[in-house]
């Protein structure tokens, strides 16, 4: 077996790369188990490519095939039932797992500098992966299906100028049909792998900048550890978790996360009576809804995913880290979480009522949290200065500063 | 996993056997993982299904030859006259001796996979039995091969008689 | 401080979704369980064979799938007659007779019990609730001016041993369908049991060489 690993360590950086980005790789000490998900997204990468190939290899995309196809899945296909119901699941995980990241993020300013990339690179992931969840979402050629895709497919008509045109160029057809089922399906096979290079780059970048920590501040040498085995294991377990609860919905609750009015098979002269987007979109559906001119509804739309971008420039505060240390930040940091609730439960009720205004101050109050976060991310700061600084936070900002006055200096 | 960290005095046995079935727990966890993914690629039970191919006996004519579909390969069932069979009989084949009543149940019926056993065409019915149109193969009332570069006679399903009018190809 | 988060976090997730993902325009579903033992849908079958089919199809079940709710090779061969065993449960009347009579063509039954929530309950309801009105006309309260006419009788009924008979049978042709629209839904329930075991087990290791590991680290600190 050495002898093996010495002639490739002769040819290829196999073990060099593994010991120096895995076994040795520095790690902060201190991070909490909200640090797993991460990993936890990798994994549902994983976990979706391959029921997702498997489910191809009996999946037709052909609009008089596809719901027929689907159905021979879950009844003659040797545990082909299981392998469905692992990938409609696995989508919900995923979204459920990335939020969670993503809010991680957030409450501990880990995109701040220097992590801005790994900060816009998820954001390319987000997007991504949003894609491929709506593409996936037709494939299955139920009503959701097809009027989910008809109605979103339908928001470019706000292009200005080539609206039409672009809709039906995006739909291959007048409306929804067979050949945007072909290359739905085409591009939802594709997707996936254009995200796992992607999520290469992420790790690229997360691997010069290291990981951030609930601190907030990046400590000093003597605090990191070796990744393996402390945070191998520490992951694994992890894993072992996140299977307990997404086994406990394959096997007990799968049909959640599909809508009942999906096992009709699409049918193009009737619209169901309530149209909802799978729970991962309901948040941006009603944003999307809250503005009642189609062209301000999708800028709105685009905006509520684009604008979590801007977060290294809105956020002016010269305190490091989240919201650990910085107590308005971690205000608008709830809000934001309970307003994203709200918009949930809008989104996936019909637009009547007093469910409209409720959405509409929602959106406000949605944007307005960024909007002010570069001036109440500067008061904040002045507010803290004032009442003294934590002992480690001094250093710290006291350093950041010199070395600003440093650059300076050099630039002149 | 890694052993550049066990310079724990603590107890290194205990250490390793929690690692070890740790491992092999985890280990039994992704093969059996796995099995799903590995038999959804068998037959699924629509394919299975068409392992037996129902015959209805009536309607094949005396000296007709029917060619039904089973398991995505052609079957000839033929309804001999007693002429036939007589001739069938008295001969013993070709290059590949075999008696007749040891390629029937009923000597009235003959069914045989209509696949060359030389390179697998499908023979055309010719005169007193079917010919390979591919390489010349002759193959008579038995599905004996006669001459032709084809080595066997055509291949013996296994079949049987639910009733005198009907037959199921695939269960012996 | 994490974990008040974390309840906190739970209880709103939930309250939210009871709120209803699926939001239902009847409530007035009856709480009745319908039973999916093996007599319950053979009964079932029988049922949805001899009555439904007259206009309904049920055609992702095959004749071939009677043998997994419980009937013998005889008797399956006694209800499909001539026709083959992978043929589907096809409906008699033809599409376009059926447009003349009803102005549709009778949906398909096979998921019928999961093309809304609480399906199986909401069918048992629909057969049960036909009536008939003051100008004697018979209509149905759970879904009024359906097309379908009362397939049981029940509306008409007026011997109460009889009654219970078809309201028995409606439970039944109920259970049938539920186990059509999710056939595998018992294989599934009893994988999940070694499924959750497994990793239950397999858990509790992970975490034991967690903190076996990272007790390491408190007590040397490491280089």
Known sequence: MGRIVEWLDARFPLTAFLKHELSEYPTPRNLSYWWNFGSLAGLVLVIQILSGIFLAMHYKADSTLAFDSIEHIMRDVNYGWLIRYIHSTGASAFFAVIFIHMARTLYYGSYRAPRELMWWTGQVLLLMLMATAFMGYLLPWGQMSYWGAQVITNLFRATPFIGDQVVIWLRGDFAVGDATLTRFFALHYLFPFLITGMVMVHLVALHMVKSSNPSGIDLAAKNNIPFHPYFTVKDLFGVGVFLLIFCAFVFYSPNTFIEAENNLPADPMKTPAHIVPEWYFLPFYAILRAVPDLLGGVVAMAMSVMIFAAMPYLDRSKIPGGARHRPFFRVLFYVFAIDVLVLTYVGMKPPEGVLIPVGQVATFIYFGLFVLLPFISKKEEQWLRARGLPPELQALVASEEAQRALKKKGAL | ?172 | MTKLRIRWATILLSAMLSGGVYASSEAALPDVKIDTSSAHLKNGAVAILNVCTLCHSVKYVKYRSLLEIGFSTAEVDTLRGEKPLDEPFLAKLQPESARKVFGMVPPDLSDAAKTRKNGAAYVYALLTSYHEDAQEHVDNKLFPGIKMPDPLGLSVELDPARKVKLDQRAKDIAAFLQWSADPRAAERESLGVWVLGYLAVLTFLLWLVKRRVWQRLKAEGVG
């Not at chain 2, 052993?3 to 093969?31: C, I, M, S, W």
């Open chain 2, 1 to 172: 996993m890694a052993d550049q960290h066990e310079q724990d005095p603590k107890d290194p046995t205990r250490r390793d056997f929690l690692n070890t079935v740790t491992g092999v727990v985890a280990g039994a966890g992704v093969v059996a993982a796995a099995w799903p993914f590995v038999q959804s690629m068998n037959p699924s039970s629509d394919v299975l299904s068409k392992s037996t191919a129902e015959v209805d006996l009536r309607g094949i004519k005396v000296g007709e030859s029917k060619t039904v579909a089973w398991q995505g390969k052609p079957v000839f069932v033929m309804r001999r006259s007693d002429a036939q069979i007589e001739a069938m009989r008295k001969s013993p084949g070709g290059k590949d001796p075999e008696p007749d009543d040891k390629r029937v149940i009923e000597p009235q019926w003959l069914v045989v996979v209509g696949l060359c056993t030389h390179l697998g065409c499908v023979p055309s019915r010719k005169d007193e039995g079917w010919f390979c149109p591919c390489h010349g193969s002759a193959y008579d009332n038995s599905g004996r091969i006669l001459h032709g570069p084809a080595p066997r006679n055509l291949e013996k399903p296994p079949y049987q008689f639910v009733s005198a009018e009907k037959i199921v190809i695939g269960k012996a």
